[in-house]
């Protein structure tokens, strides 16, 4: 296998479980409750229920944190108490999410009708305040233990059915979930094996938040009186207990509430630590660009810019990702770089854009453009005007919710600072530049309102509308159609002629890069593994590394000529 | 079973006030591939949406392998997409990520039960035929390359024998080395298996190197068909000629504006 395994190893899937502080501290205070709830009421019950002591004490050697009106030790109620307390509070969080994550799921994978039906009414639920709906549903069953965990886990469902609604509305409409379907998976199994899978780490964090939720809300209903009855207790009848003698004796009410704090907070911690355990990039260190100094490979006085050495690593494995990697561009050249993915081309363009990923460090012996160090510090403005970019994809690469005039006259408007009419005139002249219908109005539209092709044409005339010396374009046709991607090098062509900006032109087709660039360097595993000058009379005879043959072979051509004369269609 | 594997007359699909197909009419005899061509928008993809049975058809009839899509019930298309297989575009959504390789295959296989030990054999046999091995079906679709994904999406589509497949632009999301790879293998296990096969893709240049026929989709309109040869040598509608144009590699190709 040819295929470039390593690149697209990170992407998308399980990753290595990155454990950090809050989720090991969280865990640990998880684990101390856990063995209290089961310890305590094996061996303190009788000081916890006993009565027969003296009555109201303050905090004394034998009774740290008192006694109640009836003598008994505060402290041994509290840790007995949290037996009952956590228990509610998990069984009421188990049954709120398993009912709620069934709807969320289940919903998205009715049919249309049922499903709009099951999203309205999911979003009328959670429009009641979670307490209120817990005081009603209590309100209506009745005092007692059972009645509140079932009040509080009714509560919840809302809002655990709209959160997994929202991670089920994705994953059902991804291509592995459509094509089980099309196989004839019936629809609960692909709830238990594509669905409920694919949102374990959300739905962890979100049940983490929920028990620290039901913990508060369920020694409030007992701190009312609707939970825990008499002789039961849990940490909300203690607060409620302790409340009527809290001016005489305040220290009877510091062990429920202290307890009720340190258990919410670790559920919190842990669901924090979740959180950042599933986030790629929350151990990730920031990106480096360091000089070293050593033998300068490129000589090239009237380039407009100089890359000498450019080296990137990954910073926690060391991987090399581009190794010794020097080139140069004259103004108005355009200078392709060709590659599959994984080859180092887009990080390599990244070094030069100053735009390195978190978690790599790259460094070289020169890097200048026009006359600026990159390598040392650049004010943000001097590298505004000297460089700028297009994307790949310039449906993610634009905001949805803002109309184009504003966001595409950021660095105008921010960077350079003019005046908002002022930006918007040169945005305007770009837009006809660039030949986009009715450039008047799509300054005030939103990126829906224009088509793929659209959109990369509106991004190229933001891009020079600071007159850059150099264009970085990433794979700026890789997103579109063939004859979309024909208008859109015709253009970035045409741009370069007349404006005089050098080009760095990223893409993994040698077809394209050979139609627009005037030299090419090719990519594999980091490396410049050719240079092609003359793009022109490229072919099999002409390049000499096998990689270069193995490009251009795979580089689909249609292989009958075509007349000629049909030359003129796009203008 | 008749030659004709499909055979589309006069359907038209709208989506609201959207007319997304107008009076699409093709035949496929068993054993060939049908290119379709055309950009985002033109249909290429609502036309594949029909043949599965999962689009709405306003009028026309489409009969595949037999059946009749558009008066099918529910119990009908559910045993039709058994013979029927979809390849989809994207190697990096297709795939669940929790579940192995070994699991999605046997889920095609038995969709109901999905046991991996039942079916290894026939899971390893076809990774091994789209150039993977046979040991692998233990992995993770994340230890896997997007052109090995893909290998692993065409195994699924492949290993229940359907009669029918349909491949969705199933190159667009690679670089053009792997795509070449994926073409090739392709093009052989078309040839060893007789499969019959639609080619969706935008791209004329591709799909050149697999298809019999070609049909050129422009907004929802078919505005050219016929045999590979025919069209590319002697394209006879503007917009054939103006796709042919924009391969880069095309002798019409040039960027003067």
Known sequence: ?571 | MSASMVRVEGLDVRYGSAHVLRDVSFELAAGRTVGVVGESGSGKSTLAKVLVGTAPIASGSVEVDGVDVASADRAALRTYRRRIQMIPQDPFSSLSPRRTIGQTLAEAIDPVRARVTEHEERIGGWLERVGLQADMLHRYPHEFSGGQRQRIAIARGLIIDPHFVIADEITSALDVSVQAQILELLAEIKASLGLTMMFISHNLAVVQRVSDEVIVLFQGEVVESGPVERIYADPQHWYTRRLLEADPGSAGFSLAG
Not at chain 1, 180 to 200: D, S, T, Y
Not at chain 1, 237 to 265: E, M, Q
């Open chain 1, 1 to 571: 296998m040819a295929d470039p395994t390593t690149a697209v190893r990170a992407a998308g899937g399980p990753r290595t479980f990155a454990w950090n502080p809050a989720l090991v501290v969280g865990l640990v205070m998880l684990g101390v409750i856990a063995i209290v709830a089961i310890v305590a009421p094996l061996t303190m019950s009788g000081q916890a229920t006993g009565i027969g002591g003296t009555p109201n004490l303050g905090s004394a050697p034998e009774h740290p944190l008192g006694t109640d009106t009836l003598g008994r030790d505060m402290l041994a109620r509290t840790l007995v108490a949290s037996q009952a307390t956590v228990l509610m509070a998990a069984i009421a969080t188990g049954l709120s999410a398993a009912a709620g994550i069934a709807f969320g799921v289940a919903v998205w994978l009715a049919p249309r009708r049922i499903r709009e039906i099951g999203l309205r009414a999911i979003e009328f639920a959670v429009s009641y305040p979670t307490m209120l709906v817990a005081i009603i549903v209590a309100a209506i069953l009745g005092q007692g233990v059972v009645q509140v965990v079932i009040a509080i886990a009714v509560a919840n469902i809302a809002g655990f059915a709209r959160l997994t609604a929202n991670l089920a509305a994705k994953i059902a409409s991804s291509e592995y979930v459509s094509t089980a379907r099309l196989m004839g998976v019936p629809a609960h199994r692909i709830a238990l094996r594509h669905v409920l899978p694919n949102m374990a780490e959300p739905t962890l964090i979100l049940i983490a938040g929920a028990f620290s939720g039901a913990l508060v809300e369920i020694s409030g209903l007992s701190f009312i009186g609707l939970g825990a009855q008499t002789p039961a207790f849990d940490w909300g009848t203690l607060l409620n207990d302790g409340l009527s003698k809290i001016a005489v004796n305040p220290v009877v009410i510091l062990g429920p509430a202290v307890a009720l704090t340190f258990t919410s907070l670790a559920a919190l911690l842990v669901g924090d630590g979740l959180a950042a355990a599933a986030n790629p990039r929350s151990n990730t260190t920031r990106a480096r660009l360091e000089r070293i100094e050593g033998e300068p490979a490129v000589q090239d006085a009237d380039a407009v810019l100089v890359a000498d050495g450019i080296t990137v690593r990954h910073g926690v494995t060391g991987r090399t990702l581009v190794d010794d990697v020097s080139f140069s561009i004259r103004r108005g050249e355009v200078l392709g770089i060709v590659g599959e993915s994984g080859s180092g081309k887009s990080v390599t363009a990244s070094v030069v854009g100053r735009l390195l990923g978190e978690g790599l460090s790259a460094s070289a012996r020169r890097l200048q453009l026009g006359g600026t160090d990159l390598l040392g510090r650049v004010p943000e403005r001097t590298l505004a005007e000297k460089m700028a970019f297009v994307y790949q994809d310039p449906g993610t690469a634009l905001n949805p919710a803002l109309i184009l005039g504003i966001q595409l006259s950021d660095v105008l408007r921010i960077r350079l600072r003019h005046s908002r009419r002022g930006a918007f005139g040169i945005l305007l002249a770009g837009f006809r530049a660039v030949k986009l219908t009715d450039p008047e109005g799509r300054l005030r539209q939103y990126p829906h309102q224009l088509s793929g092709g659209m959109k990369q044409r509106a991004m190229i005339a933001s891009a020079m509308s600071v007159k850059p010396e150099l264009l970085i374009a990433d794979e700026p046709t890789t997103a579109l159609d063939v004859t979309v991607q024909r208008e859109v090098l015709t253009l970035l062509k045409r741009l370069n002629e007349e404006s005089g900006t050098a080009v760095l032109f990223i893409s993994h087709d040698l077809g394209v890069v050979r139609a627009l660039c005037d030299r090419v360097l090719v990519m594999k595993d980091g490396r410049i593994v050719e240079r092609i000058d003359d793009v022109r009379s490229l072919s099999q005879e002409t390049v000499t590394h096998p990689y270069t043959k193995q490009l251009l072979a795979a580089t689909p051509v249609v292989s009958v000529p075509v007349a000629a004369d049909q030359d003129e269609v796009t203008a």
